[in-house]
C-alpha cells in the first residue's frame, strides 16, 4: 500500500511539473558576488542575518552541495549562460570575453518567446576593473548574447552606480541590490500582462571590494571591523532586495509559476570576521570546497516541495534543466555540455549523479563525484589529494594513499575531460572548427580609447577614484 502511495505521489508530482512547463514558467536567475556558502542565516550565521533568502529556502529545494563553475566570477557567470564549464567558452579568469561562438540561455529563451533581461553585473565583454557602464556598441554586451533589455555595467559595483541602459549612461543613487532588483521588477512590470513569459537575470555586486555600505545597513555590525561592517552591511541590504522582489512576484501574480534561482559566483573572501565559508577549506580563488561550493536555492511554487538536498549540482545545471523543462530541442545548446538536467531532482530524490562536476582554473584542476573529490593545485607535476567530501567536507584528510585504485581512476576521468576541455578551448565545437573572431585582450576598460571622454569627470566617483585619481594612487588596481 504504501508503494502505492509512493507512486501515484511521484505521478501527481510529474504531472504537476508537466502542466508547469505547458504554460511556460517565468524564470529568474539570482546571484551574489563573492558570497561565501556559510553566510546565510540559515546556515546559522553567528551576525547576519537573511530572512528573506531564508524564507526561499523554506519554501524551496535547498542545496546542501551546490557548486559554481569556477572559483571567480568570470567564469562562473560564462557557466550559467552556457551549460559549460568556462574555459570551453574562452572565459579562463575574470575580465575575459565570452566568445560569439557560444549559445546561451538567453538566446535559447528569447527564440522560444520569452521576454530576456540582464540586470547588473556582467563581466563577460573582456574588461577589467571596476564596473563601468556598457557602450551600446560593445559586440560584447547583454544584447549581444539574447538580452532583449539590459541595464548593466562591467563588473562589480556598489552605492550610488554608474550603469548603462541598453548604452545609455546614467547615474543611479541607493544601494546597488536595490537598484538591480528596483530594474528587473520594472522589467516585469512591463511585461507580465503581455502574453509572454519572462527570463530575468539579476547578479549583484555584493558583497564584493571595494566594501560599502549604506549606513543604516551596517548599524547592526557595528562590532566588526570596518570592512567586515560594510561587507555584511552589503549582504544585509541583498537580502533586502530579495525581499523585494520575491513580494513584486506576489503582488503581480507571477510567484506559483516563476522558477526563482538563488546562487553566489564563487566561495567566500578570507580576511573577514566572521569568516564567510562556514568551515570549508579555502577562499575564493581555491578550488577547495570554500572557493567553489556556494549557497544553491531552487523556488517554484507549482512544483517543488520544501526540502533540503545533498545531491551535488552546479550553475552548469541550469541551462539543461531550463530546456529540458521547457522541452526544447537539444541544438539549442552547444556541446559538450557539462552541466546536467536537474528537473528530476525538483519532485524527489534521484539517487548518484551521473557524472561527476570538473573544476579548472589556471593549473588548478578538481573533479568531484557523488562522495569524492580529487583535486591538484597544479596539474603539471603537483600532487593529487583525494577527500570524502560526504564524511570529512573540510577536507582535512587526504585519501590518496589510503585509496589509491579509487585516486588513479578518478585521475583517469579527470584527464580525459581535460583533453575535451583543450579541444575546446581551441574551437574544435564551432563549426568553423576554429575561435572566430580571435579572443579579445582582457584589458582595463579604462584603458581603452572609448572610456578616455569619461575619465576626467568619473575619476570624482567613489568607486573610480583609486583607478583614475593620480592623487588617490590612481591605476594601483588593475584585478578583477
Known amino acids: ?14 504531472c504537476t511539473i508537466t502542466h508547469a512547463a505547458d504554460t511556460q514558467p517565468n524564470i529568474i536567475f539570482v546571484m551574489a558576488d563573492d558570497m561565501g556558502w556559510g553566510q546565510t542565516g540559515y546556515r546559522g550565521h553567528p551576525v547576519l542575518k537573511t530572512p528573506n533568502l531564508d524564507a526561499m529556502a523554506a519554501n524551496g529545494l535547498r542545496f546542501e552541495r551546490f557548486y559554481a563553475g569556477g572559483p571567480v566570477c568570470s567564469p562562473t557567470r ?24 557560444e549559445k546561451t540561455i538567453a538566446q535559447a529563451l528569447n527564440g522560444s518567446g520569452y521576454a530576456t533581461g540582464h540586470f547588473g553585473k556582467w563581466h563577460l565583454n573582456g574588461h577589467k576593473g571596476p564596473g563601468a557602464p556598457i557602450f551600446a556598441d560593445d559586440p560584447r554586451n547583454p544584447g549581444a548574447f539574447g538580452f532583449d533589455e539590459w541595464v548593466s555595467v562591467s563588473n562589480f559595483y556598489d552605492v550610488d552606480p554608474i550603469m548603462s541602459r541598453a548604452g545609455t549612461f546614467e547615474q543611479m543613487k541607493g544601494d546597488s541590490s536595490d537598484i538591480a532588483v528596483g530594474e528587473a ?25 571595494p566594501f560599502k555600505a549604506l549606513s543604516a545597513d551596517k548599524t547592526s555590525f557595528a ?24 513580494g513584486r512576484l506576489r503582488d503581480l501574480g507571477l510567484a506559483e509559476n516563476t522558477l526563482l534561482v538563488f546562487c553566489s559566483d564563487n566561495g567566500g573572501l578570507p580576511g ?7 568551515g570549508l577549506r579555502g577562499h575564493k580563488g581555491s578550488v577547495f570546497e570554500g572557493g567553489i561550493r556556494v549557497p544553491g536555492i531552487i523556488e517554484w511554487p507549482t512544483v517543488i516541495k520544501p526540502r533540503v538536498t545533498s545531491h551535488p549540482a552546479c550553475v552548469m545545471d541550469l541551462f539543461p534543466t531550463v530546456v529540458d523543462i521547457l522541452g526544447l530541442p537539444d541544438s539549442v545548446m552547444m556541446k559538450p555540455l557539462d552541466g546536467r538536467s536537474l528537473k528530476p531532482l525538483l519532485t524527489g530524490e534521484t539517487g548518484l549523479r551521473d557524472r561527476p562536476i570538473g573544476f579548472r582554473y589556471h593549473a588548478k584542476r578538481a573533479w568531484v563525484d557523488d562522495r569524492h573529490k580529487l583535486l591538484t593545485d597544479n ?22 594513499t589510503e585509496k589509491p585504485e579509487l585516486l588513479a581512476k578518478m585521475k583517469q576521468q579527470l584527464l580525459a575531460w581535460n583533453a575535451t576541455m583543450e579541444a575546446s578551448f581551441a574551437g574544435k565545437d564551432y563549426p568553423e572548427g576554429k575561435v572566430s573572431p580571435p579572443d579579445p585582450e582582457s584589458v582595463n576598460w579604462f584603458d581603452t580609447p572609448q572610456y578616455q571622454p569619461f575619465l576626467a569627470e568619473w575619476k570624482k566617483h567613489w568607486q573610480f577614484q583609486s583607478y583614475l585619481d593620480p592623487k588617490a594612487g590612481g591605476k594601483k588596481k588593475k584585478k578583477r
Open 1 to 14: 500500500m504504501k508503494l502505492l502511495f509512493s507512486s501515484l505521489a511521484v505521478l501527481a508530482l510529474a
Open 78 to 101: 560564462a557557466s550559467v549562460l552556457t551549460g559549460r564549464s568556462h574555459d570551453r567558452t574562452g572565459v579562463l579568469t575574470h575580465g575575459y570575453a565570452l566568445r560569439l561562438q
Open 185 to 209: 521588477v520594472k522589467f516585469l512590470e512591463k511585461h507580465h500582462g503581455g502574453g509572454r513569459p519572462l527570463f530575468a537575470v539579476i547578479w549583484f555586486g555584493s558583497p564584493h571590494s
Open 223 to 246: 562590532q566588526l571591523d570596518e570592512s567586515s561592517a560594510n561587507h555584511y552591511g552589503e549582504l544585509a541590504a541583498m537580502d533586502r532586495s530579495i525581499g523585494t522582489l520575491r
Open 272 to 278: 573577514i570576521t566572521p569568516e564567510t565559508v562556514g
Open 379 to 400: 596539474l603539471d607535476g603537483g600532487k593529487f589529494e583525494l577527500y570524502d567530501i560526504v564524511t570529512d567536507p573540510n577536507e582535512t584528510h587526504d585519501l590518496a
